[in-house]
């Protein structure tokens, strides 16, 4: 089955090839894949149906129970099966949710009024990503081994190379990659020295890849009659790969100068992702830039669930329902229900509570719920106006001018009636057009993921840090930020002061980033003949502010200063390098070897890449380089 809607070419590869795509969400999980042959268009499948799942669903909730040794017990919807649930009980098993949240950097802060549940004692968030990823996988090879009639035999030729394509929110950052790298080979999806076939994209950039390709002739991001109202130019760019389109509006400032930037958002359970492209190309396919940084807010769906259970706990707190149990059903119903119906504050909600009591006081009539309009307007006011101000912030440059107007919205969230009706008549006034797929989006971005695979759209990004790495700056007594670290200056072997931890910045913050491009920082160094250890280690950091200073450290201190973060060490074996450098004279007499490398960062893709060149004989070598991602 195409779950992605796209009608691409004929796969030009010489072997099979297995892709999958896992997004595990806040609130819900999905997993699809895609099986290229030689000469065959890709095929697309996905796992739709669950364990316990009373209706056949390609979405399985991110829960799971744990018993009180930490082992998981239940995934998904076992987690509200009747046995699970009296078991849970009787056996004080814990229930997880929203864990992917507890991921997050220490950069992405919470907003006031989210609380996150922690985890049991005992119980990291790594291991809980890992049972979920085999649970995940698991499903799948069942699900995969029963779609195709010799499936045992393409599972044992496929399996071995497949590609794993694991979705994140825009605010991840490379130690999230990493951990998730690590847990997908802790669950069995790749093996120890298949981690280099784990590749990521984000929520984002998935969901607009799921827009591009999927049900295009219904899906336009205007309507041409409004659009001549308005006095736009409609330009239809045609991706030839797959026979298919979408519109993108240029809408014309009295200066004569075009805004044909837009805005992706990803409205999902946990966070809204917003990401701000231009179209540079249609021909062959479309290509995209980046123009500017990514952000991401937590502000999805949770936020309206946690405002509601917070609602019920005070209404219900001197009632036969004020019970932990109870109030868990009570919010799981009003989720399914409710949340996904309500489209007016004029217009009132009913939750089901259970049994038939009666409380007038409390707007309950046999065990239904009266909740007025405006109340249900209130559990989402905090979400909608977080994801207002981030489109008003995104659509407008350096300057404060607004250089988009359009807004794609794809994820399960945005497939709420109300949150929708609100971004639209807010985008009127506004003067943003706000649109999303006329279908279901609640698979946009594991769909999307796929689509990103097969060709990436996205050409170059925009870098939201400055990168660089630390150096020996040579000491200058007339360089007045040198004067504090006077009593730090050491004698090197080459006859010269220097100081330790200089700021040497690789790429700036705000640049473009291609996706082809290396950007490289060149060092040398100084190493004695008799050198036996030619393991070599440099460490890239960001800084997050706008103006780096020229020293990561103050004088005299070893931790780095605010805003500096070591984000991953580079490491590579430069024997050959030496072996190839010419000999120095020193004034000690002791003889000595001038080595010249680089460190070569990649940033255009979807995460950061780092290895070691050099030159030998007057050509570029490049390193076996490790890179260790650090931890936060």
């Known amino acids: 089955m195409n779950n992605t809607g796209r009608r691409p070419k004929p796969y030009k590869g010489s072997k099979r090839k297995l892709l999958l795509s896992i997004d595990i969400g806040t609130t819900y999980s999905a997993a699809s894949w895609c099986l290229l042959e030689p000469k065959q268009p890709p095929k697309f499948g996905g796992v739709l149906r669950w364990p316990k799942q009373a209706i056949p669903d390609a979405k399985v909730p991110t829960v799971a129970f744990y018993d009180k040794d930490g082992k998981a017990q239940a995934f998904g919807c076992e987690v509200d099966d009747d046995a699970f649930l009296q078991k849970a009980e009787t056996q004080n098993w814990r229930r997880v ?5 507890l991921l997050r950097p220490s950069s992405l802060h919470e907003i006031n009024d ?4 922690k985890l049991p004692a005992g119980l990291t968030v790594d291991k809980v990503y890992t049972d979920f990823l085999r649970f995940i996988g698991t499903q799948f090879k069942t699900t995969f081994l029963t779609s195709y009639a010799n499936g045992a035999i393409m599972w044992d030729e496929l399996f071995p190379t497949m ?8 605010g991840w950052e490379p130690a999230q990659q990493d951990r998730m790298r690590k847990t997908a080979i802790a669950a069995g999806l790749v093996n120890a020295l298949g981690g280099s076939r784990v590749k990521f994209v984000t929520e984002a950039e998935g969901g607009f890849d799921f827009v591009r390709d999927g049900n295009r002739k219904r899906r336009a991001m205007a309507d041409r009659r409004e659009l001549r109202r308005c006095d736009l130019r409609v330009n239809k760019i045609r991706s030839q790969a797959h026979n298919s389109s979408f519109v993108i509006a240029e809408v014309r400032k009295p200066c004569g100068q075009k805004i044909s930037d837009f805005l992706t958002l990803v409205l999902v359970g946990g966070t809204v992702d917003i990401t701000r492209y231009k179209v540079i190309t249609n021909k062959p396919l479309v290509q995209l830039e980046e123009s500017a940084a990514p952000t991401c807010y937590l502000a999805g769906g949770v936020l309206v669930t946690q405002n509601a259970k917070q609602f019920f706990k005070e209404q219900l707190c001197d009632t036969v329902w004020n019970e932990d149990l109870q109030i868990h059903h009570i919010v799981d119903n009003f989720d399914k229900n409710a949340k996904n119906k309500f489209s007016s504050s004029a217009t009132d909600s009913f939750i089901f509570l259970g049994g038939f009591h009666t409380v007038a006081e ?8 009266k909740i007025s309009g405006e109340q249900m307007a209130r559990f989402f006011e905090l979400s909608v106006r977080e994801i207002q101000d981030g489109i008003n912030l995104a659509s407008k440059d350096a300057t404060g001018q607004r250089v988009a107007s359009r807004v794609i919205l794809c994820g399960g969230f945005a497939g709420s009636p109300y949150v929708f009706s609100q971004m639209e008549a807010w985008g009127k006034r506004k003067g943003i057009h706000i649109t999303r797929p006329d279908g279901p989006t609640n698979k946009a971005v594991v769909n999307g993921a796929l689509a990103w695979a097969l060709d990436q759209t996205v050409v170059s990004r925009i870098a939201k840090w400055h990168y660089g790495t630390d150096v020996q700056v040579v000491y200058d007594d007339e360089n007045p930020y040198h004067h504090p670290y006077a009593s730090h200056k050491f004698f090197d072997k080459d ?7 200089g700021w040497d910045e690789i790429v700036s913050k705000g ?10 920082a060149p060092f040398t160094a100084v190493l004695s003949e008799d050198t036996t250890n030619f393991e070599r280690e440099e460490k890239l950091y960001i800084y997050r502010a706008d103006a780096p200073p020229p020293f990561l450290e ?3 201190e070893a931790a780095l200063r605010p805003g500096f973060e070591l984000i991953c060490t580079v490491r590579g074996d430069l024997r050959k390098c030496f072996q190839a450098a010419p000999r120095l004279s020193s004034t000690s007499n002791i003889p000595l070897r001038k080595i010249a490398f680089e460190v070569c960062l990649s940033l255009g893709d979807t995460e950061i890449k780092a290895r070691l060149r050099w030159k030998e004989k007057g050509r570029n070598v490049y390193g076996p380089a490790i890179t260790q991602v650090s931890a936060e």
């Open 97 to 101: 949710e929203w864990f992917k949240l």
């Open 114 to 117: 989210l609380s996150i549940p």
């Open 163 to 170: 590609e794993l394509i694991l979705s994140h929110p825009n």
């Open 362 to 369: 409390k707007k309950i009539d046999r065990g239904r719920m």
């Open 495 to 501: 006859g010269s002061y220097y100081i330790r931890k």
């Open 511 to 520: 640049t473009k980033l291609s996706a082809k491009k290396e950007y490289r």
């Open 554 to 556: 103050s004088p005299g």
